[in-house]
């Protein structure tokens, strides 16, 4: 006895929900289970640990121009500072919705809150890119964009999720994201990409944009200008009533005519209360179930460009992505808010902010 066609497509849209709802179950962090960097399984590095060499050689096969350097202990927050969930044991303990087509519609008051919460992490990452020069290691950026966020009576909300060690991601050259500040001194030539994330009063906002230190090269400069390119084509798509899924090959198909990879690792995430939560945003090509968009959603879009084959490889630390050939990544991020006819950056740069080569 042969089911009904219907009852066939029924089934299939089922299993694929299955199968794409293990994996979000698997990183519930707005990553893949692919490279599940977020695993509960994280190793935590303590004060002063980098990775140990034999016969003065990493034990480990770094890819690019970086290797790791000595991490220093992990910053203290004032008691009086709001906390996320997971600050004091790293694990988050709210879930997001089961089906990755369930995506909250902020209130109003939701979104005012993340307003402020958006304009202070681009403050905070202001102060971080105006630091960027020759000679700082990227523990003194972590300084930085920790006391920044005190200031501001924020939590950095990196510090302890999932063990993360330090307060702000920098990810130089080869590193595609989650680099762990540390001893690492910023030479002439690099890149570096800074993910700032606050908490604030109860909500979340993500950012993160390129920085050149010196005087960089011509291809460096092409990566930088393709990734900003097509992460502002993605943006402009967004409206009311369009699938997330589309926002992957408008990405793709952008970087791929110009000679660069995309990622597929790695997504960006609803957010809001949450660090990570639905819907993810896939920067690759894709037909992943991950809803439609609405006006008072609020989530991020953070396309990781590559020079070289998007493929990844993680450091000891499981956290820190490389690309495997050690070409250099670019990568640009807003927390978005759609509104009824596109979307509005509440992480917007301000009139003081750094400003790229193409903008000065």
Known sequence: MEFPSSIWKFLGCFFLVINHVCAFCLSHTGISSTN??????KTSLSAGQGFSTKKGKPRFNFTGTTIPGKISPRRKVPEHIKRPDYAADGIPKAKSPIFPWDIEVKTEKDIEAMRVSGRIAR??????????????????IDIIVHEACIERNSYPSPLNYRAFPKSVCTSLNEIICHGIPDSTVLKNGDILNIDV??????????CSEMFCVGEVD????????VTYDAWQE???????????????????????????????????????TMFHTNPNILHYRNDHPNGKMEKGHVFTIEPMICEGKAKTVTWPDNWTAATADGKRSAQFEHTFLLTATGVEPLTAKLADSPKQFWEK
Do not use: M, W
């Open 36 to 41: 599940n960097l977020y695993s509960l399984k």
């Open 123 to 140: 403050e905070v990452l202001d102060i971080a890119g105006k630091a960027v020069q020759a000679g700082i290691t990227t523990d003194e």
């Open 197 to 206: 994330t606050v908490y604030h009063n109860g909500y979340h906002g993500d």
């Open 218 to 225: 011509d291809k460096a400069k092409d990566l930088l200008q």
């Open 234 to 272: 993605a943006a402009a798509f967004c409206k009311p009533g369009r699938a997330y899924k589309d926002i992957g090959a408008i990405i793709e198909d952008y970087v791929t005519k110009r000679g660069y990879t995309t990622v597929p690792d790695f997504c960006g995430h609803g957010i809001g």
